[in-house]
């Protein structure tokens, strides 16, 4: 299968190389639509602008202590995607039992809530005060009309529960009040925290949404082995993925992608095709297009913002440190949002079993008072509120390393959702373009909504017509998905071979 053909005069251009299919990103929705391309026999291009795939999915190394930028887990209910996550990694996924807790007030919560751990840490008074916040909230509907995290919260749960569970953990997380977050969020990411919930399940036994709580896939060298699987299966179908290949310029001609100019250390490069799929953050697509877009557009990207991100990885010198694979910090009193312990992962993430390696979370703004600490200080930092939380002593520290990641969270303030829309109906011009996953949609999914946007873009080329901006927690959940061949299937698979 040719990979690329030489191409002049696009553009302008001389000696500019072309392939049928670019994708811009090699994060889980980029590679998940190359291969899906080269299933079908369709040459494909992935540009990714870092020196190792995965974007915000990776796996990072250090003293052979491995640690995923926030945790990963493999779960989905969507079946075209759990399939091709078998067919691609095999016998390298593991079954990992969950133990997830809230830290709040010096006692630990389970996540999702049981019901006698929680009354057991409020005690009979505050226990009493939560039961009648929750009842007043169901009587009487505090607020009719929801536009904020904090109504949708308290519609739900009560004003009580809305502070111990909700209120200062998102507020770490987003840097901005919750009644300045949009109830969107809310409702597409608070899941399996139901106060009817929990009392039937302490009288009842749902083995069916026990084993789904309770139990996770997941890589047994971390989610990094994912997407390297997916980089290796799309090279070995003759498609190419190309590191350090940042895309500086998107051209274009009001309708149609033309070429795309690439900063590589080789140089810049001019690349064609005929269809282009990008994860780019939506923000930075938008400002890269040349010709520039109107005024009002350019204002509307800038009106987006998203949230980043610090990994404060910790290696203590003791085997055993607490059963959780993460642990959420609802404490005011330390600055750290949530602490993962690689080990209960996946033992082979630490390579010395007498050692735990732990990552430390900090949710920040590029340039603010977090993100410009120097990493000596983040470290410092990260081990003291780790001894004030309790978890282990200073001295058991014996290393550790920072990793940061920009734009790792779309921010759904109360403003995002029209300046998204200006952003959509612009795009939408552009008749070879589709934009996927988390950053390039600007929407909180998760990697396997991202995979499904990859995929549902890849039959657009192939000839169907699906709104990629339809894929949300909500469908991609309730709606059947089938892993079998479908005839549209079918079809796409002789239209692919007859190209």
Same mark, same amino acid.
């Given at each position: ?32 639509? #190359? /291969? ?25 190394? /250090?003293? =052979? ?25 095999? $016998? ?14 010096? @006692? /630990? ?9 929680? %009354? $057991? +840490? ?14 007043? #909230? @169901? ?36 840097? *901005?009040?919750? +009644? ?56 070995? =179908? ?15 001609? &009001? ?29 930075? %697509? ?14 509307? !990207?800038?009106?987006? $913002? ?12 003791? #085997? ?6 993460? *642990? ?8 750290? =949002? ?15 079993? $007498? @050692? ?5 979370? /900090? ?24 001894? &004030? ?50 950053? =390039? ?26 709104? %990629? ?27 692919? +071979? !007859?190209?």
């Amino acid at each position: 299968m040719p990979r690329f053909d030489s191409k002049s005069g696009v553009g302008g251009q001389k000696n500019m190389t072309s392939c049928p299919v670019v994708v811009i990103g090699a994060g889980p929705a980029g590679l998940t639509a #190359a /291969y899906e391309l080269v299933k079908m026999e369709t040459p494909v291009l992935v540009l990714e602008k870092d020196s190792q795939v995965g974007g915000i999915s990776r796996t990072e190394t /250090y003293k =052979g202590y491995k640690f995923d930028i926030g945790g990963h887990r493999f779960y989905t209910k969507v079946g075209e995607v759990e399939e091709l996550w078998h067919e691609v990694l095999g $016998s390298d996924f593991i079954e990992v039992d969950r133990l997830s807790r809230i830290y709040y007030g010096g @006692k /630990y919560y389970h996540y999702p809530i049981r019901l006698w751990n929680t %009354l $057991s +840490n409020l005690g009979p008074v505050e226990s009493v005060r939560v039961l009648v916040s929750y009842l007043k #909230a @169901k009587i009487r509907t505090p607020f009719p009309r929801e536009a904020s995290l904090e109504e949708w919260v308290i519609n739900r749960f009560g004003e009580r529960l809305y502070k111990m569970f909700f209120k200062t953990y998102t507020e770490k997380v987003w840097g *901005i009040p919750c +009644n300045e977050i949009r109830a969107d969020w809310a409702a597409q990411r608070i899941k399996d925290l139901s106060l009817k919930r929990a009392v039937l399940n302490a009288f009842t036994k749902n083995s069916e949404a026990t084993s789904l709580i309770e139990r996770f896939r997941y890589p047994i060298h971390g989610p990094g082995m994912m997407w390297e699987r997916f980089r290796q299966r799309v090279e070995d =179908g003759g498609g190419e993925v190309r590191l350090n290949a940042s895309v500086e310029t998107v051209h274009h001609d &009001n309708e149609h992608v033309t070429y795309v100019t690439v900063k590589t250390p080789g140089g810049h490069k001019q690349i064609a095709a005929d269809h282009f799929v990008t994860s780019m953050p939506i923000t930075q %697509l938008i400002t890269r297009l040349s010709p520039a877009p109107p005024e009002h557009v350019l204002e509307a !990207a800038e009106g987006l $913002s998203y949230r980043d991100f610090i990994v404060v990885a910790l290696i203590c010198d003791r #085997a055993h440190l607490f059963p959780d694979n993460w *642990i959420y910090v609802h404490s005011p009193d330390v600055r750290v =949002g949530r602490i993962q312990n690689f080990k209960n992962w996946s033992q082979k993430m630490v390579p010395d079993a $007498s @050692k735990t390696c732990l990552g430390m979370e /900090y949710f920040c703004t590029l340039g603010d008072d977090l993100w410009t600490l120097s990493d000596a200080e983040l470290q410092k930092l990260a081990t003291r509120e780790l001894a &004030n939380i309790g978890l282990a002593r200073q001295e058991e520290i014996v290393d550790g390393v920072v990793m940061r990641q920009r734009m790792a969270y779309p921010v759904y303030d109360e403003e995002y959702k029209q300046h998204l829309q200006v952003l959509r109906q612009y795009l939408d011009r552009f008749q070879n373009l589709s934009t996927v996953g988390r950053a =390039g949609m600007h929407r909180y999914n998760n990697q396997d909504h991202s995979m499904l946007t990859a995929m549902l873009a890849v039959k657009n080329i192939m000839g169907e017509e699906h709104d %990629l901006w339809n894929v949300n927690v909500e469908r991609s959940y309730h709606e059947q998905f089938t892993i079998s061949e479908t005839k549209t299937a079918k079809a796409i698979r002789l239209v692919a +071979n !007859a190209a």
